[in-house]
């Protein structure tokens, strides 16, 4: 039971690059989330999901875009990369009671 | 709406001494309630949770919260403190009216430095 994954764990691009973080879960949850860690600001809420085929806006959605086709599986999109997307980009699931995190990507972009 | 409120950012005590990570929340209905723990370089772990029942929550690695209704706090305890408990602790409410998604927020964390 491998819990959430992400892929990549870290990943540098320029300005203006395209790329997409993969989140798999095992555990059949219905609920997904993308956060984004950054000093001194907790964690933010990018976008989330409350089953297979639904996304919604978080509170930091702007430059990002994510779609759920498989209820295993929320990918996050970043279009087109600025600096102030350098970040850790963590996905949570959770059923009822709980969030389990995957352990995270590091992101930078120069 | 909810939130969540860590007041101090970082705690500091010795080894084998008490701690106590402070966390107050706001919810309009019932509340259920989150520790994580995060290690350098690690994503959040599950430390325990407060959903109903007794007020005082015993979780992972000897910690433990005490639900306070009428104070809105959560704060996270630990009778005797260990070196490898030195991480960042996050709180986290969720109304259990479910009109959030089942979106969980987070306070800004508190850092936790036990020394030897």
């Known amino acids: 039971n491998a819990g959430v994954t992400q892929t990549p764990k870290f990943r540098v691009l320029k300005t203006g690059q395209s790329m997409t973080l993969l989140c798999a879960q095992d555990?059949?949850?219905?609920?997904m989330y993308w956060y984004r860690q950054d000093p001194g600001m907790g964690l933010r809420l990018i976008h989330y999901s409350v089953g297979e085929g639904t996304t919604a806006k978080g509170e930091v959605p702007d430059g990002y875009n994510v779609s759920r086709l498989k209820k295993q599986n929320f990918l996050l999109g970043l279009e087109s990369a600025a600096p102030s997307q350098t970040s850790v980009y963590f996905c949570?699931?959770?059923?009822?009671?709980?969030?389990?995190f995957g352990s995270g990507t590091r992101l930078t972009v120069v | 709406a909810q939130s969540v409120a860590q007041p101090e950012d970082q705690v500091n005590v010795a080894e084998g001494n008490p701690l106590t990570v402070k966390c107050t929340y706001s919810?309009?209905?019932?509340?259920?309630l989150f520790w994580y723990v995060q290690y350098p370089n690690r994503g959040l772990q599950f430390l325990l949770k407060y959903i109903t029942g007794d007020n005082l929550v015993k979780g992972s690695y000897g910690f433990e919260a005490e639900f306070n209704k009428s104070q809105t706090s959560f704060h996270l305890k630990k009778p005797s403190a260990l070196v490898s408990d030195s991480a960042l602790y996050f709180c986290?409410?969720?109304?259990?009216?479910?009109?959030?998604?089942?979106?969980?927020?987070f306070g800004d964390g508190t850092t936790l430095t036990v020394k030897p």
């Open positions: 919810v309009s209905g019932n509340p259920y």
């Open positions: 555990m059949n949850h219905e609920y």
């Open positions: 949570a699931s959770q059923q009822i009671d709980g969030y389990t």
């Open positions: 986290a409410v969720r109304d259990i009216s479910g009109t959030n998604a089942g979106k969980s927020t």
